[in-house]
């Protein structure tokens, strides 16, 4: 008897908890608010459907309980009820799946106006890069890295010269531009995730893969990783912050080039020889 | 319609014995260590999953520890944290459910419900326990290793498994590691041919397809689907295991480790985890088929009815065993795979959720106008039926592509599979172990310590992961020992997860509870006589209990009915056995 | 993935198959009595010992298969460098296909009750499978010689892996065919039995000899030519 209380609580608990608990999801800061309503479509179908099992099942377990002289029903089966719950089910699974889709697609292609950004994680940091003035990103190769060119960027390269590299900082990124975010890993498989975006996707070593997302609001956001990289993975943390144009521009600016950063020597040589006298 | 029972008698050949099959024990040794009788494999398979599932059991209550109170505890440091979840999840996954499922329960209650004397190979069957004994001591050894065993996630994903970031990565952790699943497997091979030519073979005459119970429909399609998705981890592992001992590039592209390029190149993560995910989803459903099957069982016993929509079931459990094998790539939405392919595993992933819906439905259809004693075998089916429709549902979630990006990697992720494939098959498992204790050992659990047991498992459990999918869903992310405060948190999770760690705690008290009674109870339980429950199937017909070597006195016993003849309309009792030859009610009157 | 699912479809095809005859579609609640089980819905009349065998080959098929599945995807990739196929191979292939014949002649010999060519056949079995396995670890040793090592490129090492996978599964299959050699002579000679193992090594030496063509024409490289070709019909 018990039991078919428990069960009640148990569905008027979960409901409750889902309703009342402070603990859901931060407010968005992409466009991917068509995730969140996906979201919302499956919990309301699931809940229904759960309540629904449960409650039927607390309502048997208490109305055919054992008395004595009770008998079962003697029924094998009954096609039609079988058929109308399959169909039934059916229609549900397609009312989540097919939105669903729809909203996959558009995750999964990128509008040709979004700017590159590239992503290159290493345990257990973040690093970005930007096309500079070309608009371009120059190739790029693991086999390339070393102390002065920590994100393998190809030397021989024009188009990689004017690339900014920030290199374990903050990235900037201006409000209301898609941005298409190249992601890429230099030792293990790590994952770029920022929790108000929605959207995230792993990093594989010697592969480039990509997300694209339109940030909606100014702020700042932390970068977790999302896919176990060692020991250093809960701490594997980074700020990305959306700034207005202005305040985007004027964080560009500060940024230096791969041609800047590959040539310290003889920056430092000159500085040097300034200060000799 | 059908109505054999006339005239047909006289054609069943004579009941051969074939004792010289039997390799009949001959010492102490033979009888109790290396024994070739099925039921005895059982009882050792048990025992040591149930002894290497403590250990992974008291791994949760250290990482629910430094969840609950991070900082607290000093000894977990994150090292020692990720070789706490990595060897957690590998044991309860392969070590315990299913070596626990096939290994226990498929080795005890497949020659008996059959109407087999004994497996068909058995002494294979016995090198098969054996070899799964090597196997849990190899990586048992793990923890003694230097450098600890490995904390690579039970996943496994190259290359951080085999590179120094990782603990046990470039020592001895990960190759014993992989030894251990490579024995495993070979070990479970010699098993699985076993259970599935003994159901093929070894059935009694009368038993057909159809008359099989639902528990040997489903440790049948579990086993045919294991000895198909092992490989797939064996060749994982074997290629894995080249990659770290002898240097080749299978998994490893080009990369750069804490500054220093290594040897490898050209290699991909990604076919690892096609391979691996090949073998890790129909692993999923070779530990739910069991537990689906025995769950029936369970609830048709208890209930006194017939289970709802027997033909159904059955071509569920095929369909749900055929489609596992094409959906692998679920787990891999957001692995950077080729993007179309969400397409098709999100479709076949939610189609999949179709047959099992209908599982769901005939169980609880069965408890419709039922007579139901609620037992604790029924309690633990209930407690089933509550955590597998919430932990199947959230699965819609993260099988629809879309939805799964935010939710993939989360609290949520965690939440969901352990209350679809840890909770849900363990009480399925505690169901089943009061349900046929009486059979093994001849008496009966305690009863108040079981009711102690189930109430606290199953409130506890539900308590512990219910609320750990809005942890997932506020964004913490899973395999962090700590996830302090960042900004995106609405509302603090250290109460939250505070509370999960005291119930998880409290839980896993409870469990010592259960292994008192179930040691206690083979001395003190209260005689249980043949057929305690007044079940029809076979292993309930036996003429002693527990069964001798051979399982059926001189004859096999002779099948003339399907499995749940409960409440049948005019019988005498209440349930007909299903070696019952019954006579003076006709079929025809049924239909 | 496409070899193992081609390979899995195979699988449930014949499941299938045999499913369809097993009644799937009565209504067990309205048969009583044993006879609804006889005679085709009944177990089958094969021995248990080839239902197991059968089932076992399934397995090492998965097996291969998955490998197979395993070295295309890897062999899209850039670094791939295919290996010159050793000549040797083919005298190795020879020497397989020998053994194979060999207790093939063992099986029928046994069904005729000669137990000299019995004998003869096993043995002659036996010792041109060890020749088998003698003339693949001398094309290891030439390979490595000529410089192709196991970890230089995927190419190799895939070859190593696989050539060694399979040479594992004739080691295994040497120890139960030195047991059906043992009783076929002596005290434990007994006809009956002795013909059931001899057509049990023959059904796994024929299997294994037969993953080795497949092994050969995936390691040749003529899987992926016939694979390219295949996609150029299509398109």
Redesign the interface.
Known sequence: MAIALVLVLVVVGSVLFHAFSPWWWTPIASNWGYIDSTLIITFWITGAVFAAVVLFMAYCVWRFRHKEGNVAHYEPENKRLEWWLTILTGLGVTAMLVPGLFVWNQFITVPADATEVEVIAQQWQWSYRLPGADGKLGTSDSRLINAENPLGINPDDPNGQDDLVVEAADLHLPMDKPVKMLLRSIDVLHDFYVPEFRAKMDMIPGSVTYFWFTPTRTGTFEVLCAELCGTGHGFMRGIVMIDTAEDYATWLGEQSTFAQLSAPEQVGAAEEAVVRP | ??????G??D??PPAEVPEVELYHPHSWWTKYVFSQDAKVIAIQYSGTAIAIGMVALVLSWLMRLQLGFPGTFDFIT??AY?QFITMHGMIMVIYLLTALFLGGFGNYLIPLMVGARDM??PYVNMLSYWIYLVAVLVLVASFFAPGGPT???W?L?P??AI?G???G?QQAGIILMLVSLILFIIGF?MG??NY??TV????T???????LPLTVWGIFTAT?MA??AF??L??AS??ML?DRV?????FM???????E?LSY???????FQ??FW?FGHPEVYIVALPAFGIVSDLISTH????I?????M??AI?IIG?LS??VWAHHMY???MH??F??FF??TT??I??PT??K???W??T????????TLPM?FA?AF??TF??GG??G??LG????D??????MFVVAHFHMVMGVAPIMVIFGAIYHWYPKITGRMMNEAMGQFHFWIT??GA?AIF??MH??G???V?R?????GE??????P?EN?NAFISVAALVVGFAQLVFLFNLIWSIWYGREAGGNPWRATTLEWQTSETPPPHGNFGKELP?????A??????GAKE?FIAQND??TGKT?TG?? | MSVILVFLLVIAGIAGWWLSHQGLMSKPWLEHGPAAAFPDTDVTGMPTAKVGLGVFLAVVGCLFALFASAYFMRMELSDWQPLPIPPLLWLNTGVLVLSSVALQCAVIAAHRGQIDMVRLGLVTGGLTALAFLAGQLVVWRDLSASGYFLEANPANSFFYMITGMHGLHILGGLVALARTISGAWGRRYQPERLRLSVELCAMYWHFLLFVWFAVFVLLAGWAADFIDICRQLLT
Not at chain 2, 205 to 211: E, I, K, N, S
Not at chain 2, 308 to 312: D, I, L, N, T, V
Not at chain 2, 564 to 569: E, G, I, N, T
Request: no cysteine; aromatic share 14%.
């Open positions: 319609m059908v109505d054999a029972t006339h047909a008698v054609v069943i994150p090292e990720y068909a190979f904390g690579a996630g996943t994903y290359p951080q590179l970031g990782t603990p990565g091979t699985g041919l599935v030519v093929l073979q070894g059935r005459r009368g038993m057909t397809l159809m008359r045919v000895l198909l490989p797939a064996f060749v074997v290629m080249f002898l240097g080749t590039s299978f592209p080009a990369l750069v480790e804490m500054g390029q190149g050209g290699g991909s993560p990604i076919l096609h391979l090949f209930a006194r009815k017939n709802f929509g027997y033909r159904m059955v071509w095929i055929a094998f094409i957001v692995s950077g993007p179309y969400g397409f999100a479709t939610l189609i959720a179709v819906a209908i769901v439905y005939n609880v259809l408890l419709w106008r039922g007579d139901i004693h609620l309690l209930l039926i509550v429709v919430n549902l959230t819609l979630f629809n592509v879309v939805v990006v935010p939710l993939s990697d989360t199953f409130v539900y219910f609320p809005y942890v869903l506020v964004g992310p395999r962090y020992p700590e996830i960042p900004a995106f948190i609405t509302a999770v939250l002779i099948v003339y009915r399907w749940y003849d409960y409440s049948v309309p209440d030859p019954g079929a049924l239909a």
